[in-house]
């Protein structure tokens, strides 16, 4: 059984960093397409990074985000990670983890998400 967790969410203050996590059991990351997602009160879920499968792990970011945000992925440990800098009230969101298979049709699985709040 699939199961995801996101960790690393809390209270941060404009400007600072913060690094999230994402850890499966019962699957492998590198067989899967990993990305993240936020959703901020009263908002849709928006796009926030994307690593691909393979030892390739090409990753893409909207282009509001690109050169803020980092997605990287430890395949020994099975983690996916979102390094996320220069953080601004508008960042506040729950953070949600997604992997999709490439290959298994519904293969499609999401965490329950880590809250960030960014406030001074």
């Known amino acids: 059984q699939v199961h995801l967790v996101e960790s690393g969410g809390g209270l941060v203050q404009p400007g600072e960093s913060l690094t999230l996590s994402c850890r499966g059991s019962?699957?492998?990351?590198?067989?899967?397409?990993t990305r993240w997602y936020r959703q901020a009160p009263g908002k849709e879920r928006e796009f926030v990074a994307a690593?691909?499968?393979?030892?390739?792990?090409?990753?893409n970011y909207p282009q509001s985000l690109r050169g803020r945000f980092v997605i990287s992925r430890d395949n020994a440990e099975n983690t996916v990670y979102l390094k996320m800098n220069s953080l601004t009230p508008d960042d506040t969101a729950v953070y949600y983890c997604?992997?999709?298979?490439?290959?298994?049709?519904?293969?499609?699985?999401w965490g329950k998400g880590t809250l960030v709040t960014v406030s001074s």
């Open positions: 997604n992997i999709v298979s490439p290959d298994t049709p519904g293969a499609d699985f």
């Open positions: 019962g699957v492998t990351f590198i067989a899967y397409r």
């Open positions: 690593i691909g499968h393979g030892s390739d792990g090409l990753t």
